[in-house]
C-alpha cells in the first residue's frame, strides 16, 4: 500500500542530493564486480600450472598478482571516499529548532507558554486541508483558550504559480486589519487566487480596493514573504503544511518539527510533551 502523501514539497538540491547518492552507489557496485572477477582471476591463476610463468598467458604470475593487488587497493581507497562523500551528503538533522517569533501574523495569547508556527502556501491542497479540519479543533481547544499562539509564516512553493501573490495578499488585507479574515477566504472552497479572485476578496471584505491592489502592485511584503522562505531554510523545512511546535522563551520558540496535514492526535502529542493539554 502506497504511504498517505500529507505535504507538498520542492527542493532542487533534495533531487540532486538523491542523483549524487546513486552515483555513488552505481560506482561502488561496479568497483564490487571488478573486485570479483579479480577474486575469479585469483583463483583461476592459483589453478594454472607451473608453466604458465614461463609466458602461455601472456604474462606472469607475479605481474598479474601485482596488477591485482593494485586494483584491490584502489578499490579500497574509493570506497573510503565514497563513504565518506555520502556522510557529508546527508547530515544528520537536528532533533531541536529555533525560531523567532518576530513578524509574522499571530492568534492567541501574546502570554501563551507554547507556540504552533505553520509554514504554509496558500495553493496548497493540504494546507487547506489542514485548515478546514484540525485548525478549527486546535483554535478552539488551546488558541482560545490561551495555552497556544499560533503564528502564520509564508513558505510559498515555486510549484504553484499563485502562491506568491497570494502570500502578498493577507498581508496587503493585514495592513488594513483583516489578514485573518483574508486568510480564511484564500483558503475557502473553491479557491479563487488570481487577480480577479484576490479583488473579489478584498471587496467581499470591505477593504479599500484601491489601497489593496496598490499593495499588491507594488511588491510591498514581497521581502518579508522572502525572509519567511529563508527561514524555512534554515529549518531544513521543504514542505508544506510544516510545523515548528514548542515552548516559547522570549521572543523565541524552540521545539520539534511536524510535516504535513496530520490529524488532531499527532498535534496534541507534541502539545502535551510541552505541557500544553486542552481544557
Known amino acids: 500500500m502506497r504511504p498517505e502523501i500529507v505535504a507538498e514539497t520542492v527542493s532542487d538540491s533534495r533531487v540532486a542530493h538523491i542523483a549524487r547518492s546513486a552515483s555513488l552507489y552505481v560506482l561502488l557496485g561496479a568497483l564490487g564486480i571488478a573486485a570479483a572477477r579479480s577474486s575469479v582471476a585469483q583463483d583461476t591463476l592459483r589453478a594454472l600450472p607451473p608453466e604458465a610463468d614461463k609466458g602461455c598467458i601472456g604474462i606472469t604470475r607475479q605481474q598479474a598478482d601485482s596488477i591485482l593487488n593494485e586494483l584491490t587497493r584502489i578499490r579500497q581507497i574509493l570506497e573510503r571516499q565514497g563513504r565518506s562523500g555520502l556522510a557529508e551528503q546527508m547530515p544528520v538533522l537536528p532533533q531541536i529548532r529555533r525560531l523567532s517569533l518576530k513578524g509574522g501574523a499571530s492568534l492567541g495569547s501574546g502570554q501563551a507558554p507554547v507556540a504552533i508556527v505553520e509554514f504554509t502556501d496558500f495553493e496548497c491542497t493540504y494546507c487547506r486541508q489542514f485548515q478546514s479540519t484540525v485548525f478549527a479543533m486546535i483554535r478552539r481547544r488551546y488558541i482560545d483558550t490561551g495555552k497556544v499562539r499560533f503564528v502564520i509564516r509564508d513558505f510559498p512553493l515555486s510549484i504553484h504559480a499563485h502562491a506568491m501573490q497570494a502570500a502578498e495578499a493577507a498581508r496587503c488585507a493585514g495592513d488594513q486589519g483583516k489578514y485573518w479574515p483574508m486568510h480564511d477566504a484564500l483558503f475557502s472552497e473553491p479557491p479563487k487566487l488570481d487577480q480577479i479572485g484576490l479583488g473579489e476578496h478584498a471587496g467581499s471584505l470591505a477593504l479599500d480596493v484601491d489601497m489593496f491592489r496598490s499593495c499588491l502592485a507594488g511588491g510591498k511584503h514581497k521581502p518579508d514573504i522572502e525572509t519567511d522562505m529563508q527561514a524555512a531554510g534554515a529549518l531544513q ?26 490529524p488532531l492526535s499527532a498535534f496534541e502529542a507534541k502539545l502535551k510533551e510541552m505541557g500544553a493539554t486542552p481544557p
Open 237 to 262: 523545512i521543504d514542505g508544506t503544511p510544516s510545523f515548528l511546535i514548542g515552548k516559547i522563551t522570549g521572543e523565541e520558540v524552540e521545539g520539534s518539527i511536524i510535516v504535513g496535514s496530520q
